[in-house]
Nanobody, 121 residues
Framework: QVQLVESGGGLVQPGGSLRLSCAASGSIASIYNMGWYRQTPGKEREMVATITSAHNTNYADSVKGRFTISRDNAKKTVYLQMNTLKPEDTAVYHC???????????????WGQGTQVTVSS
């Protein structure tokens, strides 16, 4: 199996910062694109940021200039540095990764369990 485990969520005041981490483990041969998505009740899941294996990045317009996605291939980990947080950033944040699994012998996407980020005063 392939597992993605997120950490770093929590409660923060507006204007504060959080750093999310997502570590991949399991029967992994290669990791391609990685990304962060968020979802709130009654709203569809939206892409926050993605990063390719070549470290090319893409961001939602709402987080540009505030969030930074990065990855450490040696650690099989993707990060999301979240600065100048706003109440509208409140959501469950999930990481995902496109992985070639030695167990399945195929290339598929996997999701983490999610971590809650709450921005409130």
């Amino acid at each position: 199996q392939v597992q993605l485990v997120e950490s770093g969520g929590g409660l923060v005041q507006p204007g504060g910062s959080l750093r999310l981490s997502c570590a991949a483990s399991g029967s992994i041969a290669s990791i391609y694109n990685m990304g962060w998505y968020r979802q709130t009740p009654g709203k569809e899941r939206e892409m926050v940021a993605t990063i390719t294996s070549a470290h090319n990045t893409n961001y939602a317009d709402s987080v540009k200039g505030r969030f930074t996605i990065s990855r450490d291939n040696a650690k099989k980990t993707v990060y999301l540095q979240m600065n100048t947080l706003k109440p509208e950033d409140t959501a469950v944040y999930h990481c995902n990764a496109e992985v070639y699994s030695t167990w399945t012998g195929t290339r598929n996407f996997y999701w983490g369990q999610g971590t809650q980020v709450t921005v409130s005063s």
